[in-house]
């Protein structure tokens, strides 16, 4: 691989630094995100920052705050999710998980989508501050 003088010359931006996090830290993270899934509107709400954005596929598409919550009281839990492909990265106080999923509930085929949460590490507290879902066939 050839480097250029100006890439070799760029400054070490924090972005640039990014690392992971403890296999406990990604145990918690992980735990979250699927419950997240499965345990409903209330449990999403205390492990989300107030005024979180939340991308669904259309409709609702893109949701902030209290929206989200309204939306997520309107729809049942999924009775199973697994989560594969995992990927975590982390800079700083903030880390992003994405995966595939697929998830089942009754009465509706099953949800496959490739998925991405953004959590803040706020003073020892994770909080998911955003959630992507992008559909797949």
Request: include cysteine.
């Amino acid at each position: 691989m050839t480097v250029s003088i100006e890439t070799a010359k760029r400054p070490a931006h924090a972005a640039h630094k990014s690392g992971t996090l403890s296999p406990r830290e990604q145990g918690v993270l992980w735990e979250m995100e699927e419950h997240f899934w499965t345990s409903g509107a209330d449990n999403a709400r205390a492990t989300t920052a107030n005024n979180a954005i939340m991308i669904f596929p259309y409709p609702p598409g893109i949701l902030q705050g209290d929206q989200i919550w309204t939306h997520l009281k309107q729809s049942t839990i999924w009775r199973s999710v697994v989560m594969a492909e995992r990927r975590v990265m982390r800079c700083h106080d903030i880390a992003i998980l994405t995966y595939r999923v697929s998830a089942e509930k009754a009465g509706v085929p099953i949800y496959k989508a490739l998925c991405a949460s953004t959590y803040l590490d706020d003073d020892g507290t994770w909080l998911r501050i955003s959630h992507q879902q992008t559909m797949v066939a």
